[in-house]
């Protein structure tokens, strides 16, 4: 089991950056599946950025693509997320994902929010 706990959210204006940061404990984040979801009022949770475990490439939502990057600290057992070029469209709570390669069991974080706004 792996409890995760996510920060860096705030307010930031159109444009600008910001890094969240997802850290794991419990478990080594080198046996999971990791990703960001985001999720506005009213709407589905939808798939941002995702990083397998082994092997594979990471993806991107069409819609992040060249402005966001997912990366992961396996000595920190932390997992990133950085974002550039904000949009006010980007405004959401960002959640994170891990999902056990072996087991298939999912975890999530408790969100954080950003919000884009001039």
């Known amino acids: 089991q792996v409890h995760l706990v996510e920060s860096g959210g705030g307010l930031v204006q159109p444009g600008g950056s910001l890094r969240l940061s997802c850290v794991a404990s419990?478990?080594?984040?080198?046996?999971?599946?990791v990703a960001w979801h985001r999720q506005t009022p009213g709407k589905q949770r939808e798939m941002v950025a995702h990083d397998p475990s082994v092997g594979g490439r990471t993806g991107y939502a069409d819609s992040v693509k060249g402005r966001f990057t997912i990366s992961r600290d396996n000595a920190k057992n932390t997992v990133y997320l950085q974002m550039n070029s904000l949009k006010p469209e980007d405004t959401a709570v960002y959640y994170c994902?891990?999902?056990?390669?072996?087991?298939?069991?999912?975890?999530w974080g408790q969100g954080t929010q950003v919000t884009v706004s001039s």
């Open positions: 994902l891990a999902i056990n390669d072996r087991t298939g069991y999912d975890y």
């Open positions: 419990g478990s080594s984040l080198s046996n999971y599946d």
